[in-house]
């Protein structure tokens, strides 16, 4: 089983930037795909992005396209999310998951999870 810790989150303005690192441990990371969802309150929990364990597939969320970009540093078991031109409705928390296996991104649901790091988009 592998354990996921989220860092990285905070305060920021409308149109700033934030990189989330999700740091693995327990197992080979290198077996996992990665992957971020988020959840705003009163919401549910949604796909933000993925990346498969090679880190040759990556998958975004319509929301996020063009802004947000998921990268993985295997030798450090880590994978990143860079948020770039955030807006106030990428306000939610931030959870980190893995799923073990050759995962392609688009198909990436999650089987262990973090518990989560708060992003609060100011307007």
């Known amino acids: 089983q592998v354990q996921l810790v989220e860092s990285g989150g905070g305060l920021v303005q409308t149109g700033g930037s934030l990189t989330l690192s999700c740091t693995a441990s327990g197992r080979t990371f290198s077996s996992y795909a990665m992957g971020w969802f988020r959840q705003a309150p009163g919401k549910e929990r949604e796909f933000v992005a993925a990346i498969s364990w090679s880190g040759g597939s990556t998958a975004y969320a319509d929301s996020v396209k063009g802004r947000f970009t998921i990268s993985r540093d295997n030798a450090k078991n880590t994978v990143y999310l860079q948020m770039n031109s955030l807006k106030p409705e990428d306000t939610a928390v931030y959870y980190c998951?893995?799923?073990?296996?050759?995962?392609?991104?688009?198909?990436?649901?999650?089987?262990?999870w973090g518990q989560g790091t708060q992003v609060t988009v100011s307007s």
């Open positions: 998951a893995a799923e073990e296996g050759p995962i392609l991104a688009f198909k990436f649901q999650g089987d262990f």
